[in-house]
């Protein structure tokens, strides 16, 4: 039986406080989720692993509780993808250009950007554009056009990474109807070249879209990045460390807010690298036209 240190936690408040921590009973987590395995001797003292959702009881976890999380088998059985192909990706995460656009001065995020729109099994490449957000959505960055060097094109077209992404979209499709998703992929590697990397230095929020999904590449030599979910509509809330790579975070950003806590280095060349992908229907969110 695992430790009820490697638990998963629901606590009440924005953001959450770990002298209220109530750690689930052993076993099952609600509404059949189960806890994690727990985490490894290396982990960060107090971290609690991820609630996973088993595969089948993934539609029903979203629509009950805007939240479920995979481990990485499951996400690769979800895109009927070898798991071998998602983790040949990875290197990719070694040649991201810096993120111009930071506004609190920092220099820890680098990042590449691609747009799509999957309609059923077609996905269909959008022409480069700038990735925005009102300010309603991200008070830090919001209100700009962001333009990020394109995801290579050696990613962009290979297997996995379509199929993940007609995965996402039937996924989308059966929370909300089956449709046009307007898809953002953003790769992103948050270093700890200035001592503490901010995952989210916008904070909790939400992204102004329909799914999104929050995909762990790797995290070495670092610790923090504790991933915090909350209900839009009221105090509940869910905290976890993502450590296995390929495990996925998959949000109804109607429905909860989220976060992730700023990383420190634990050793040389720390950093964390993940996959962020969002799916909204209608089209995508761009500046109102100018008169």
């Known amino acids: 039986m695992a430790d009820a240190a490697?638990?998963?936690t629901e606590v009440?408040?924005?953001p959450a406080d770990p002298a209220a921590e109530a750690p689930y009973a052993h076993g099952a987590g609600p509404s059949g989720v189960a806890p994690s395995a727990a985490a490894p001797a290396d982990a960060d003292a107090g971290s609690f692993a991820p609630p996973l959702t088993p595969l089948p009881a993934l539609a029903a976890a979203l629509r009950d509780r805007g939240h479920a999380v995979l481990d990485a088998m499951s996400l690769a059985a979800l895109a009927a993808t070898p798991l071998a192909d998602f983790a040949a990706l990875g290197a990719s995460w070694n040649d991201l250009p810096p993120d111009r656009y930071l506004r609190d001065g920092g220099r820890y995020r680098r990042r590449r950007h691609a747009s799509y729109v999957v309609d059923g099994d077609a996905v269909r490449d959008v022409p480069h554009r700038a990735h925005w957000q009102p300010v309603d959505y991200n008070a830090l960055h919001g209100g700009i056009e962001r333009w990020f060097e394109p995801v290579e094109p050696a990613v962009a077209?290979?297997?996995?990474?379509?199929?993940?992404?007609?995965?996402?979209?039937?996924?989308a499709s059966g929370l909300r109807s089956a449709q046009p998703w307007f898809v953002e992929a953003h790769q992103f590697r948050i270093d700890t070249t200035d001592g503490i990397g901010r995952p989210t230095p916008e904070g909790a929020h939400r992204d102004g879209v329909d799914l999104v999904a929050v995909i762990l590449v790797a995290r070495e030599g670092i610790k923090g990045a504790e991933?915090?979910?909350?209900?839009?509509?009221?105090?509940?809330?869910l905290r976890f460390t993502l450590r296995e790579p390929w495990s996925c975070l998959l949000l109804d950003d109607a429905r909860v807010i989220h976060e992730s806590t700023p990383i420190q280095p634990t050793g040389a060349h720390g950093h964390r690298d993940t996959l962020v992908v969002t799916l909204r229907r209608g089209g995508f969110q761009d500046p109102a036209p100018t008169a």
Request: hydrophobic fraction near 45%; glycine fraction near 12%; charged fraction near 20%.
């Open 6 to 8: 490697a638990q998963p």
């Open 12 to 14: 009440d408040g924005r």
């Open 157 to 171: 077209q290979s297997t996995a990474w379509r199929q993940l992404l007609r995965a996402l979209g039937a996924l």
């Open 227 to 237: 991933t915090r979910v909350f209900d839009a509509a009221g105090p509940a809330g």
